[in-house]
């Protein structure tokens, strides 16, 4: 069975800080590492990450893959309290399937 | 980005009753889209695969005579939540896969009282 395991489950910190949040998975045909956010609603997408060593960039917030190790990182710099979300993972296998790990949940205190 | 858009996004129903979640692509044909759940503080889990013309895949665990998915588009996915009880009570997201990218509906918040 696929799994994708999400660290830490919850994180504090100040604005301006920076964070890393962790996802490790075991994906069957593994296809690719999505990162989504999720504030009150339906997951936003961030970044889809397909080969290994290859950082992805969005402003502040950046991704990487190590299909070696099976582990993604996110990470978000200079944090601003709107930055404050469930930040999920989602492995993909063949079919298209998305396994989602459990999320870690961001606050950003001003 | 692709558009889907997920309706009604907040029902209250009686046990017993049948509800009916409808999930359309505005401005693409999906002829796969996804269903998911999600329980307060879990993550979103999937329920089953929908193919348009076809019969739903369901995930193990899964009541496929409960959870009635019916994708007779390429536009429209439905999910009719049938003899909905109280623990059904979720927030259930659709998804629709736009050549290899997942586009999520705003979710449906089913409480059953």
């Known amino acids: 069975e696929d799994k994708v395991v999400q660290s830490p489950l919850s994180l504090v910190v100040h604005e301006g800080d920076t964070v890393t949040l962790n996802c490790s998975y075991e994906?069957?045909?593994?296809?690719?590492l999505l990162w989504y956010k999720q504030e009150k609603k339906a997951p936003t997408f961030l970044f889809m990450l397909t080969s290994s060593g290859i950082e992805k960039k969005s402003g502040r917030l950046s991704s990487i893959l190590d299909k070696k190790e099976l582990f993604s990182i996110l990470n978000i710099t200079a944090t601003q309290t709107g930055d404050s979300a469930v930040y999920l993972c989602?492995?993909?296998?063949?079919?298209?399937?998305?396994?989602f790990g459990k999320g870690t949940l961001l606050t950003v205190n001003p | 980005g692709a558009v889907v858009s997920q309706h009604p996004s907040r029902v209250i129903c009686k046990s017993g009753t049948s509800v009916k979640i409808e999930c359309r692509s505005l401005?693409?044909?999906?002829?796969?889209m996804f269903w998911y759940r999600q329980f307060p503080k879990q993550s979103l889990m999937l329920m089953a695969t929908s193919n348009e013309g076809s019969k739903a895949t369901y995930e193990q665990g899964v009541e496929k005579d409960k959870f009635l998915i019916n994708h007779a588009s390429l536009t429209l996915s439905t999910l009719t939540v049938t003899s909905a009880h109280p623990e059904d009570s979720s927030f259930y997201i659709c998804s629709a896969l736009v050549n290899t990218e997942a586009f999520f509906g705003q979710g449906t918040r089913l409480t059953v009282v």
């Open positions: 401005d693409f044909q999906a002829t796969t």
């Open positions: 994906v069957t045909n593994f296809r690719s």
């Open positions: 989602a492995g993909r296998g063949s079919n298209y399937k998305l396994t």
